[in-house]
């Protein structure tokens, strides 16, 4: 009996241990001398949501240790604040520690102990590096504004921020081609600049389909990788799609028919312009691409209408007092149009339409596609390119 009760305690204890031990199998430790006063949580990210896991009070060195148990690889995110917080990657069995001497994550931490962390603060730094890079430009724009010279300089600014951004899409990029079997990946492909979403789905849709392939083997299973996977399929598909609705749109074929109401509310069909050449611009008020574009249509409208082109402005808008607004202040002359469906407008998918604007298409005087684009250089070398009576004539 003395037996049995023993052997019973020793299988409570050990029970006791495992269970301690399945408790905390992740490790967030770390020293934040500067966060010392302030408490200190750690959220799970979920895959449409967030859930608090634990808080504390740092000591007075400002070290800390969390204790966690997690039943697959995730991501956590570690804060004092909606303005102070840092995105940690961690496997169960992972031991992170985590230091900094700053008041704020933004300015600086080192952490250990976890492979995709280590990336991901690699990735936040450069984040931090191309956002200062912006804010500086910025800076320099709003101080300039209305000044001599203005428009000069803010060419200059564009082509700087042009140049930030092509240099950011150049790291991500090497980062996931490098990394595709980290989890911090998915982080990284979907992580904006700022509003600018650098990545784009079906132009980049190799990169997510390799990193989707790679977490796939590493972690099968996994509720972030299958919620990647589900979401290439969907790219796939969306790209498949495109690509037949690219046949019927491509040059040689018969422009789609355009039916919508004009600013006034009257309903305007393409067909009424059968007999002229037709240039289409598709744009939207709160693009400032096609804005300035107006601006050079306009300087070549009399010109184009003497030769028998018509104009037509689809718009992409979702609001009428944005959209009207727009051609009010830019003086628009020719016909404008809009569903007020917007960048989700049936006709975006009729014709084809990236989610960039403006977007243009040329077509001859029975409506036969002969040229698009998105750059409206090359659209207007296309046009003078062309023997206006052969177009005419045809």
Known sequence: ?????????????????????????????????????????IDELNIRS????????????????????????????????????????ADPGD????????????EGYSVTGSEGSALLQKFEAEIQHRKNEIDSLSAVYYEARGSEGFLELKEELDTAYAEIIKQYRKFVKDQINRHPGSL??????????????????????????????ALSERYPGNSHVVDHHERTKEIRLRIFDKAIAEEKVLPGRKAP??????????????????????????????????????????????ELSKKGFK????????????????????????????????LNSEIAKIYNLPERLP??????????????????????????????KGINSN
Not at 10 to 39: D, F, H, Y
């Open 257 to 302: 028919d355009i039916v919508m109401n004009d600013t006034a509310g009257n309903p305007f069909s393409l067909k009424s312009y059968l007999g002229n050449p037709v240039l289409i611009q598709f744009w939207a008020g709160w693009n400032a691409r096609a804005r300035k574009d107006n601006q050079r249509l306009i300087a070549r409208y009399d």
């Open 359 to 388: 977007y243009y298409y040329l077509l001859d005087k029975n409506h036969t596609i002969l040229f698009k684009n998105k750059n409206l250089d090359s659209l207007l070398m296309e046009v003078d390119r062309l023997n206006l």
């Open 311 to 342: 104009l037509l402005g689809v718009s992409l808008d979702e609001k009428s007092v944005v959209w009207k607004g727009a051609v009010n202040l830019d003086s628009l002359p020719w016909k404008q149009v809009s569903d007020l469906g917007g």
């Open 95 to 106: 031991r992170i520690v985590v230091t900094s001497g700053e008041s704020n994550f933004s």
């Open 1 to 41: 009996m003395r037996f049995s009760l023993t052997a019973l305690l020793l299988v409570l204890i050990l029970a006791a241990c495992e269970r301690k031990q399945q408790q905390s199998n992740l490790t967030v430790s770390g020293e934040l001398p500067a966060m010392a006063s302030k408490t200190l949580f």
């Open 50 to 89: 967030k859930s608090t896991l634990d808080s504390l009070q740092p000591d007075q060195n400002g070290d800390f240790t969390f204790k966690l148990n997690i039943d697959e690889a995730g991501f956590f995110v570690l804060y004092t604040s909606e303005e102070n917080q840092m995105i940690l990657q």
């Open 184 to 213: 911090a990946s998915l982080i990284i492909l979907n992580r904006r600049l700022g509003t600018s979403r650098v990545i784009d789905e079906e132009d980049d849709y190799y990169l997510f389909h390799k990193a989707d392939s």
